[in-house]
């Protein structure tokens, strides 16, 4: 677009570009027809009458994202224990998968470390939870020994939360948090007849997360027959660990959000 | 006749036939100052090995041990008073206490299943805790404190590390918490019978190794002293 010799065409172009140049350049733009343009097409813009619309309702404040990272774990190469016809890796994907679900249909977000039968370093998978930002992370694991949920936080003593903070020990700053989860888990899990075992434990990945971490241990049913493998080709006893998980992680977005 | 005719060429110069005798002398020889040299060393060896006990063997006294047994049905571990023998050194009761801790594992009824037995643990050694003044390695600023290190050593905290069989940690059972109770008993065992000991290390086969059975962390150092969950219990 050219600019004609008494001014430009273009009113709003010339006042960005007089903002944008030099005073000596700006002095040889002439504004004020510009500004009177502008002005003018303001004015009549005000004194035209409205059109009847309907009061626009105050638009409702944004709830604050919150995110769920599921870590299924082992894969790959890394099968995990032996679950007697099923390795931990296969159980683990499963009921990240169920779960994720359960999440989903709850309207909470969720990330998974692993959607499929794949190798995952340790450290990827805390790098994968600490990017996402997010307001829990579960590890999940199974194991044939003892019997119903395990729930595990890191074993390391509290810390200020600090700008750089070791990989090794970044869990420190989220272990009060991380102690609140697994009190909610706790009870939640209990309240659907499950028994549960809290303790501590340093775990690589779990030690490296900056959210509240748990691992999530599940063990045969405590109801299980001779056969205590069963209990991992039981899908209803699957469905009820992941409902109350799922219920609890519900409970914990409830509470994040109040003020 | 014919012999008498024989090329020139077909006779064994003398001098070679000297010299193959002369080497041949050389041989044998050298043969025998080497079998005899053999022979003087193996007596040497003889007599240096005295088969028979110069010192009469030390029964050590029956001394009571407490062990910490974990029981994988309530996560929790339960303390044990046994009677057995053992050492004065510190090194080897520490061995031989854990040895029995894992007699009791290895056992067909065992609350806490875990193959392996008392030859599961290849050492144990005790070293001053890196937090220990006078140690180069601490980190501790008190370390500048005119105390003499001999003294500290000889009354300060001590590291273990414990040195598993490789085989221990191949077959032991996979999971956090069976993995966690046994590393838990191990440390709790040792500060019950060797109260100075108030951190443990453990390594496989003389190596660092990240995991134990693919869950319980092997890289960082456990406090014998932390206090352990139960069943219930908010941790």
């Not at chain 1, 001014?7 to 510009?34: F, M």
């Not at chain 2, 000297?18 to 040299?37: E, K, T, Y």
């Amino acid at each position: 677009m050219k600019n004609s010799p008494n001014g430009p065409r273009n009113p709003l172009r010339t006042l960005l570009l007089a903002s944008l140049l030099p005073g000596s350049l700006v002095a040889r733009i002439p504004v004020a027809p510009v500004l009177g343009v502008v002005l003018a097409a303001g004015l009549a813009a005000a004194q035209a009458p409205a059109p009847p619309t309907a009061p626009q309702p105050a638009p409702a404040p944004q709830p604050p994202r919150f995110l769920v990272v599921l870590d299924a774990a082992h894969g790959g190469d890394d099968p995990g224990g032996h679950l007697g016809s099923q390795s931990e890796k296969t159980f683990t994907l499963a009921l990240s998968v169920r779960l994720r679900s359960l999440l989903g249909a709850r309207g909470i977000q969720v990330l998974t470390t692993r959607e499929s039968d794949a190798t995952l370093d340790l450290n990827r998978r805390a790098e994968i939870a600490n990017h996402a930002n997010a307001q829990a992370c579960l590890s999940l694991h199974a194991s044939m020994t003892g019997s119903g949920i395990h729930v595990f936080a890191a074993a390391m003593a509290p810390a200020p939360a600090t700008r750089f903070a070791a990989w090794k020990t970044a869990q420190a700053a989220w272990v009060t948090r991380s102690l609140a989860l697994a009190g909610l888990i706790n009870s939640t899990l209990q309240q659907a007849g499950l028994t549960v075992t809290l303790g501590r434990t340093a775990l690589p990945a779990v030690d490296s997360m900056t959210c509240p971490a748990l691992a999530i241990e599940v063990a045969p049913d405590t109801s299980a027959g001779a056969n205590r493998a069963d209990s991992f080709t039981d899908p209803a006893y699957q469905a009820r660990i992941a409902e109350a998980l799922a219920a609890a992680l519900l409970e914990w977005k409830t509470e994040a959000h109040q003020p | 006749m014919t012999s008498r005719f024989r090329p020139a060429r077909f006779q064994i110069p003398r001098f070679q036939t000297v010299l193959f005798i002369l080497l041949v002398a050389a041989s044998a020889v050298m043969g025998g100052l080497l079998w005899r040299q053999l022979d003087r060393a193996h007596q040497r060896l003889l007599r240096g090995e005295d088969s028979a006990p110069t010192q009469a063997p030390q029964v050590a006294p029956a001394e009571q041990a407490t062990l910490l047994v974990a029981n994988d049905a309530d996560n929790s571990l339960l303390t044990q008073v046994d009677t057995l023998p053992l050492p004065q050194d510190p090194g080897a009761r520490a061995r031989l206490i854990l040895g029995k801790l894992l007699d009791l594992y290895a056992a067909p009824d065992a609350a806490h299943p875990v193959p392996g037995g008392s030859t599961s643990v290849a050492q144990v050694f005790l070293l001053p805790a890196p937090s220990l003044p006078g140690n180069p390695n601490s980190t501790d600023p008190k370390s500048a404190e005119p105390k003499s290190s001999a003294a500290a050593a000889a009354t300060g905290p001590l590291l273990a590390v414990v040195n598993f069989a490789g085989a221990f940690a191949d077959s032991h059972p996979s999971g956090i918490e069976t993995e966690n109770l046994t590393l838990q008993s191990i440390s709790g065992t040792l500060h019950a019978n060797l109260p100075r000991v108030t951190e443990v290390r453990f390594l496989v086969d003389g190596q660092s190794r990240p995991t134990l059975a693919g869950h319980a962390d092997l890289t960082g150092t456990y406090l014998a002293t932390d206090a352990v969950p139960t069943e219930g219990a908010h941790p």
